[in-house]
């Protein structure tokens, strides 16, 4: 079996300092790490996807900031504060819908500032372990929403999974695979359906690589096959990540999962969103306000991007929005590191969210 070595990690001298990444691009031909050495090459790895995930993206852009700390040549804290605000705009303008990277570049920021007057060096120090906390803090977040989720499933049966939500979009274990595996762990016999997930194929190159590597069953299908397949009685629950959680429960997920979700109602199926409290969005009070990544036209007229000759005829345009927002009334329950939300969400996000620590 393959060990997935983490998503995330920080190098200190003599290594770095950098951040490295596993580069998701090269999976599931080859695990290639990537230490990215200067701000603009870890925001590259953001935007092509080389890290991606909502709680992903959120560690790489606080341990950015970590990186930008250490690299910045500032003789006051103001100077460390302007270098910081530098390395927070580009990492801001990287992606739009994760509200984990915005979560993330606040909560360290805030902390930077707190430290101001202590000078440069305090300001490195606490923003690199502020980072550090915030890969660790979500190690232990998907592990408590696994057994919180893990509840929900059966003892046996067929769950059905979009894009990936598993260990490498998140520092570890993952959110949605996060709740399988800890079902797994605690004996249930699950068989996984690994939605392809178009255009760049997250579901067939990461999802089944990650189930493959852990021994847990799979089968790929194409993103169109879910249907059928539950009007065959196939499907006991489906279980998706989110990017965006609005107030009213709204989930902004991957291109894709407001489908299966209507689908899974008409089929009267339980639709569940795994999602660390770090993906709720309580200044956005539904899903219209959630903003949508564009992404290129080539990811849909090449294959994955990779295949060189386009799959389309020249000049014919192609739309290409990275995700969908699916209205919390076709969603089941939320699951969280402090347990299970149901309808109303509204009530549910406001409750948990003030409990949180
Ligand atoms: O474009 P991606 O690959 O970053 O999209 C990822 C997803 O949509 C995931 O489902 C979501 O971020 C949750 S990951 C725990």
Redesign the pocket.
Known sequence: MTTIPPTITWLDPPEGPAVRVIDQTRLPGELVMLDCRRIEELCEAIVS?RV??????GCAAGLGLALAAQLAEAKSGQAMLDALELARTQIAAT?PT?V?LFWALDRVMEVARRAAEQGPQEIRQRVLHEAQEIVAEDLRRCQDLGRHGAELLPEEGNVLT?????AL??AGY???LGVIRAAVEVGKRLHVWVDETRP?L?GARLTAWELHAEGIPCTVICDNAAASLMAQGKVDCVV????RIAANGDVA??IG?YGVAVLAQAHGIPFYV??PLS?LDRATPSGAGIRI?QRGQCEITHVAGYLREPITPPRVPAYNP??DVTPAHLVTAIITERGVLHAPYEEAIRTVWQARD
């Open positions: 996807l991606r995930g909502a709680p992903a993206i992606r994760a984990n979009h894009c990936n939500a598993g979009a998140c993952g959110t949605a760049l997250q998706v990540g989110a990017d997920n991957k999962t795994a999602a993906t990544e990275a995700f």
